[in-house]
């Protein structure tokens, strides 16, 4: 195990109370969100669809509003702006970028990567929405309507993706076996 692996773990561990919690997930989903906009450009190149390729431009320029407003939490609970690794995301964006280097280009990969993209939206609708219910438990309103808001993008994108996938590229990937 990595130095940084335990670091996270102790911290986690040694957490008190539920502010420490708080914190904690805090700096996992800032260093997901930093991880995030770096690999969604691949999928980007990776795509062929146009309507595929212009929801993940959107979804970039929604990343960086979200780190933004992250940054607005850290500096609202009064701790620094500080990522600590993100197993679970690291995971899954290697996951995504594995399966885009071993497809060929064309209507299953752009399939696959919407299963992939949506498997990290799930990803932040679970932390944004465990975040919120710290926030508002904690009563830090002002932070809970930021993280409410980074919620809401999260779950429009995961809709977004599912309608790209049913309307056309999933059909388009099925035709592709027969």
Same mark, same amino acid.
């Given at each position: 195990?990595?130095?940084?692996?335990?670091?996270?773990?102790?911290?986690?561990?040694?957490?008190?109370?539920?502010?420490?919690?708080? *914190? $904690?997930?805090?700096?996992? /989903?800032?260093? #997901? %969100?930093?991880?995030?906009?770096?690999?969604? !450009?691949? +999928? &980007?190149?990776?795509?062929?669809?146009?309507?595929?390729?212009?929801?993940?431009?959107?979804?970039?320029?929604?990343?960086?509003?979200?780190?933004?407003?992250?940054?607005?939490?850290?500096?609202?609970?009064?701790?620094?702006?500080?990522?600590?690794?993100? *197993? $679970?995301?690291?995971?899954? /964006?290697?996951? #995504? %970028?594995?399966?885009?280097?071993?497809?060929? !280009?064309? +209507? &299953?990969?752009?399939?696959?990567?919407?299963?992939?993209?949506?498997?990290?939206?799930?990803?932040?609708?679970?932390?944004?929405?465990?975040?919120?219910?710290?926030?508002?438990?904690?009563?830090?309103?002002?932070?809970?309507?930021?993280?409410?808001?980074?919620?809401?993008?999260?779950?429009?994108?995961?809709?977004?993706?599912?309608?790209?996938?049913?309307?056309?590229?999933?059909?388009?990937?099925?035709?592709?076996?027969?």
């Amino acid at each position: 195990m990595k130095a940084s692996e335990k670091n996270n773990k102790k911290q986690l561990r040694t957490a008190q109370g539920l502010q420490g919690l708080f *914190e $904690a997930e805090l700096k996992d /989903i800032y260093w #997901a %969100e930093k991880a995030i906009l770096k690999s969604t !450009p691949k +999928m &980007v190149k990776n795509a062929t669809s146009e309507e595929l390729i212009a929801a993940l431009q959107n979804h970039i320029k929604q990343t960086e509003g979200q780190i933004v407003r992250l940054e607005k939490v850290f500096e609202a609970i009064g701790i620094p702006a500080k990522a600590e690794k993100c *197993e $679970a995301m690291d995971g899954l /964006i290697k996951e #995504a %970028e594995e399966m885009m280097e071993e497809m060929d !280009p064309g +209507m &299953v990969r752009d399939a696959a990567i919407i299963a992939s993209a949506q498997k990290i939206e799930h990803y932040e609708i679970a932390s944004y929405g465990t975040l919120s219910s710290f926030a508002h438990t904690l009563d830090k309103m002002d932070v809970y309507d930021l993280l409410e808001e980074t919620l809401d993008e999260e779950k429009e994108t995961d809709s977004l993706l599912t309608e790209i996938a049913e309307s056309s590229i999933n059909y388009e990937a099925m035709e592709g076996d027969e």
